[in-house]
């Protein structure tokens, strides 16, 4: 039996960095170059499979390649890797009394987002397939962007960027705020006037920069602007914060990117503080968890629409997710999610896959090959691997 036979033989973690030649800031911080930990998991029968553990904020991707290889590798060194979901709770609970939030999920993640694409690539098909298979093989994507370069007083700029972002054929857009309540404030309105009649819907996120009183102070200008959603208004730990801001604010709340597994978004979902969860596959624990995580805001009637961010690898593994997503609220016109599409500066999408994930005609098609159905490029990994 082929699949007895299998077993794990190694995990290869590249870290790879590149600076960027025009740095910017969110809300958080400068961000001055690129990062991404991918793992490769190898096989007795010489298959691979690639994974991504999420490189959060400012985080040093050698962080989860520390883990992933003197906590993670020992765990299922020899194991059968079709066993993803027994893989998957023995590396959460080895690791659950240092682990359980951040980079030691994250490196979980990548382990578990590789098992999945090894194990399409081993009976031949798309992982979103193994999932269960697609609700959609195509997703409308949304621009994120609207960086600050200089701070603040940049409103003129980022409104010229939404009319860019409209010529090159999105209709959906996340503006990043977060840099002083009244400069969040012009920002908005510059880039809300710059759209308005060219059917564009606005999303915007705050990644936590305020507390309750700031974030409903902004909330209540948004309000005026019928977005699509307000993501993470406060801080993910404030999960009081964000039941007063959903019952007060008219706009849909949106948050989940900063936590991790079912546990974590547990109380998330279950005290109904969001109307949009957003685990991304590469720091909520993987396909396992969001697969749990999905099946959870189900139950409670949530909306899922995953944070995406990361390289080529991650950007796969999240179509495959978006396609095997149900909506959750049925009808014949339900609202599908959608693809954040990052549209800063990023050397690890389009030069680390042969066929990169681009849009076209209005929407990103889901891969169709086995596994992730991408091929990375061993030139690029050499380029940019962190020695």
């Known amino acids: 039996n082929r699949e007895l036979l299998l077993k794990i033989t190694d995990l290869r973690v590249h870290v790879l960095q590149s600076p960027l030649d025009q740095p910017f800031a969110f809300s958080q911080g400068w961000v001055g170059r690129r990062s991404a930990t991918l793992v490769e998991v190898a096989t007795d029968s010489g298959l691979t499979g690639w994974g991504e553990a999420f490189a959060q904020g400012l985080e040093p991707p050698q962080i989860a390649a520390a883990v992933i290889e003197h906590a993670l590798r020992p765990l299922v060194l020899g194991a059968n890797p079709l066993d993803i979901e027994v893989l998957w709770h023995r590396m959460y609970h ?31 098909e798309p992982v979103h397939r193994l999932l269960g298979g697609a609700f959609r093989d195509r997703v409308q994507p949304y621009a994120t962007g609207f960086y600050r370069l200089r701070g603040q007083g940049e409103a003129p700029r980022l409104a010229d960027e939404a009319l860019a972002h409209f010529g090159a054929g999105f209709r959906l857009m996340k503006v990043k705020l977060g840099y002083g309540v009244d400069d969040d404030i012009a920002v908005i309105r510059a880039v809300a006037r710059a759209i308005e009649g060219r059917g564009v819907t606005l999303m915007v996120d705050t990644n936590h920069a305020y507390g309750r009183a700031e974030a409903l102070r902004l909330g209540y200008v948004l309000d005026e602007l019928d977005l699509r959603w307000y993501e993470e208004p406060v801080a993910p730990e404030d999960i009081d914060g964000y039941c007063e801001l959903r019952a007060r604010l008219r706009t849909p ?84 999610p959608v693809l954040e599409y990052d549209r800063s500066s990023h050397p690890f999408r389009r030069e680390l896959v042969t066929e990169p994930i681009e849009m076209a005609d209005g929407a990103v098609p889901v891969p169709q090959g086995p596994g992730l159905g991408i091929t990375l490029r061993a030139e690029t990994l050499d380029r940019f691997r962190i020695r």
């Open 253 to 336: 709340i949106a948050g989940g990117e900063n936590e991790h597994t079912l546990h974590g978004f547990r109380e998330l979902l279950g005290r109904h503080a969001v109307d949009i969860a957003q685990p991304d596959v590469g720091s909520c624990g993987g396909l396992t968890a969001a697969r749990h995580i999905v099946a959870l805001a189900q139950a409670n009637g949530i909306e899922v629409n995953p944070h995406v961010w990361g390289s080529a690898v991650a950007q796969a593994a999240s179509l495959h997710l978006i396609a095997a997503l149900p909506v959750a609220h049925h009808s014949v016109f339900a609202r599908p």
């Open 94 to 124: 080895q690791t659950r009394d240092y682990g359980r939030k951040g980079s030691v999920i994250a490196a979980i993640s990548a382990v578990d987002i590789a098992l999945w694409d090894l194990a399409g690539r081993h009976y031949g």
